[in-house]
T-cell receptor, first 112, second 111 residues
């Protein structure tokens, strides 16, 4: 079946790196996304990676994809208090359905 | 300027009432979605329309009825509101590449 799992909480100190992990069960997932939700706000697309890529870097964000283990991670370098939010992992398989399978979200707390 | 907008932002109503939430996107996207986010922040897809045609219809009570008058609008009407309907409802839209862009959400509180 389709499933995306994430740990629910992560706490880091300001300036440290944060690594948020996600595992998915559907090996046919072709697109994998990371979204950020700040308190009281909607979801904002952070980055995405195609299944034929292993890594994608965008400024402080690094996404790693291990297709063999069906594991996706988001690394935030030099984590700031403004990074405190819920981070959702989502995956979609190829096809016309366009339905994303969402993780439960990881709540990141950044402590000064 | 807002890409995906929803109205109202907050909605407080009594059990048994009927209410509507409106969504508009000015991104030119073909596909629009409604999601429900519960108090634990779990995100659940409810409906999706592509060019005014319903393409995703999850197991949702038939008290919920989406309507898409054109591809830039997707409204959600809820009949006979129940306590369990209290949640934040998000509208989203996506282009052919499927990256979804979310609205700010409508917080519905049923008393």
């Amino acid at each position: 079946g389709e499933d995306v799992e994430q740990s629910l909480f992560l706490s880091v100190r300001e300036g440290d790196s944060s690594v948020i992990n996600c595992t998915y069960t559907d090996s046919s997932s072709t697109y994998l996304y990371w979204y950020k939700q700040e308190p009281g706000a909607g979801l904002q697309l952070l980055t995405y990676i195609f299944s034929n890529m292993d890594m994608k870097q965008d400024q402080r964000l690094t996404v790693l994809l291990n297709k063999k283990d069906k594991h996706l991670s988001l690394r935030i370098a030099d984590t700031q208090t403004g990074d405190s939010a819920i981070y959702f992992c989502a995956g979609r398989r190829a096809g016309n359905n366009r339905k994303l399978i969402w993780g439960l979200g990881t709540s990141l707390a950044v402590n000064p | 300027d807002t890409a995906v907008s929803q109205t109202p932002k907050y909605l407080v109503t009594q059990m048994g009432n009927d209410k509507s939430i409106k969504c508009e996107q000015n991104l030119g996207h073909d596909t629009m979605y409604w999601y429900k986010q519960d108090s634990k922040k779990f995100l659940k897809i409810m409906f999706s329309y592509n060019n005014k045609e319903l393409i995703i219809n999850e197991t949702v009570p038939n008290r919920f009825s989406p309507k898409s008058p054109d591809k830039a609008h997707l409204n959600l009407h809820i009949n006979s509101l129940e306590l369990g309907d209290s949640a934040v409802y998000f509208c989203a839209s996506s282009p052919y590449t499927d990256t979804q862009y979310f609205g700010p959400g409508t917080r519905l509180t049923v008393l």
